[in-house]
């Protein structure tokens, strides 16, 4: 979920006013071999996933909690009262014996969406069914790995900002997700030295870079090596060194570097047939007004005219949705995550944690004053702390091949303008054929420290849209880039386990 990348029917108003005044428009219509961050290998603990719990007498029959290995709050500022909502879940299949299971951290997007939509809807244990009860998700990132889900920024879900104010900008919101990070690990010194891959979709495309970059940027100033980042940020004098290890990150149909994606945006609805060679015209005038609102560094009205694009191309096309232009609807599942963390019994068995009751706190997927907050800051790039990343870690960049909004040719155009060591060496590199079962499940390219995956018969949500291949992906990546295995699940995969890790969402709601 990610109120950048959907259009919604607030924007209808701006819309009419922008583009009626439109000229012509009918107003009906090799690894490097640098510095690497360590990853320890030490204390590793397993905790079993609890049993369901029920969420009490008067709940549906089979409305279920299936209870995470720890959950609850963590300090961000315990002097003005924020902290933000975590759950975590122990490696479902890992090996007492693997003492180095890496844990992933998934951020959804927005800005302002809850991370436990993600664990609700995309890639978490559990998906919620439209009669509030679970149903196991087989093709969840938790299989082999341990998952932490956080709400951020400090204002969004169950996460608590007290007398703090809500970040208005990416360098704050990492500084607040930091110090979330530092407390869970310091809560749980056994993890430290598992390595944490962090992850996340859409407006994470921001998120996560940022975020990384601070981890990184924190560690080189306590190993003596700041100077050498080449985009430092002014980070606060009292950042502490980190005390988990940081391996690798992995953003989904990201939205990374507005002026870039932009630009290409107008050329990818009309390759998708979405438009046609009149309306294109139309539609790169107005990218180009996006884009002079961006050089001129007018950030919110560059952000509501890149609103009335997308709009536009949404209309033009009769799409439910540009994040998946198959779907007949758009990605519906916000009302069934609200209702169930909003349900009384299930605030009673968060309640020993903090969470206040439902008549105090409605919990929302996306906060729209956190949005409001962030509209400044959406349209600022990121793509150099990318840059710096990819000096010291490997990162995966992935797309579903139906997203028309933050999908392939979006990434495809800031990807190819960033400047990183291995700029040469991946423009020439070949893109691979990925097979599952024998089958093309997608496009794979790699050089050095970074990976570019193109999924085929997938959206916006690659894991939501199809479970067994985004797990496949993740497990595929972390396993060869970040800990120098081998692996080859995916070659043994067969048609049963296909059907059987299918989500009849995607099914329902598709063409």
């Known amino acids: 979920m990610a109120i950048r990348c959907i259009v919604s029917i607030c924007v209808l108003p701006i819309l009419l006013y922008f583009v009626c005044g439109l000229p012509g428009l009918p107003c009906d219509a090799a690894r490097a071999d640098k510095e690497k961050l360590v990853i320890g290998t030490k204390n590793f603990h397993r905790y079993k996933t609890a049993a369901a719990s029920s969420l009490g007498k008067g709940a549906k029959k089979n409305l279920t909690l299936p209870e995470p290995t720890s959950y609850g709050y963590l300090d961000v500022n315990a002097e003005k009262g924020s902290a933000m909502y975590y759950m975590y879940y122990e490696a479902q299949e890992a090996s007492p014996d693997d003492d180095d299971v890496p844990i992933v951290l998934w951020l959804q997007g927005g800005p302002g969406c809850s991370s436990f939509f993600g664990m609700l809807y995309i890639n978490g244990p559990y998906f919620v069914n439209d009669d509030l009860t679970l149903r196991r998700n087989l ?56 390595p944490l891959i962090i992850t996340g979709e859409s407006y994470a495309g921001k998120y996560v870079p940022s975020i990384s970059h601070f981890i990184l940027q924190a560690t080189a100033r306590a190993n003596g090596f700041e100077e050498r980042l080449r985009h430092p940020r002014k980070l606060s004098d ?93 990605y519906d599942s916000r009302s069934q995550v609200d209702a169930y963390l909003n349900s009384p019994h299930l605030r009673e068995l968060l309640a020993p944690s903090g969470v206040p009751p439902t008549s105090a706190l409605s919990w929302e997927s996306c906060s729209a004053e956190v949005d409001h907050i962030m509209g400044h800051d959406v349209m600022k790039s990121v793509k150099n702390l990318v840059a710096d990343l990819l000096d010291y870690m490997p990162v995966l960049l992935y797309q579903g091949q139906w997203d028309a909004e933050c999908g392939v040719g979006s990434n495809d155009a800031w990807i190819h303008t960033l400047q990183w060591h291995g700029h040469g060496g991946f423009t020439a590199a070949r893109r691979e054929f990925w097979r599952v079962n024998g089958r093309i499940a997608g496009y794979w390219k790699s050089y050095s420290t970074l990976d570019v995956l193109v999924l085929r018969n997938t959206g916006h949500m690659v894991p939501h849209d199809n479970p067994l291949i985004g797990q496949l992906m993740l497990e595929r990546w972390v396993e060869i880039a970040v800990r120098g295995l081998s692996y080859d699940r995916d070659a043994h995969v067969t048609p049963e386990e296909e059907a059987e890790y299918a989500n009849p969402d995607q099914a329902e709601h598709s063409t």
């Open 139 to 194: 093709g969840t990132w938790n299989r082999i790995y341990g998952m932490l889900f956080i709400e951020q920024p400090i204002g969004v879900g169950f996460s608590k900002r007290g007398t703090a104010a809500i970040p208005d900008n990416e360098l704050n919101v990492a500084w607040d997700l930091y110090r979330a990070l530092q407390s869970f690990f310091r809560n749980n010194p056994h993890l430290q030295s598992r």
């Open 238 to 330: 009292n950042v502490e060194a980190p005390v988990f290890q940081l391996g690798g990150l992995a953003v989904g149909n990201g939205f990374t570097d507005a002026e870039t994606q932009t630009a290409v945006q107008a050329q990818v609805a009309w390759g998708m047939g979405l438009i046609d060679s009149v309306q294109r015209k139309l539609a790169e005038q107005m990218q180009e007004q996006v884009i002079e609102l961006v050089r001129s560094r007018e950030w919110r009205a560059a952000r509501n005219m890149s609103d009335v694009l997308l709009a536009y191309i949404a209309t033009s096309g009769g799409s439910a949705t540009l994040e998946d232009v198959r779907r007949n609807t758009g």
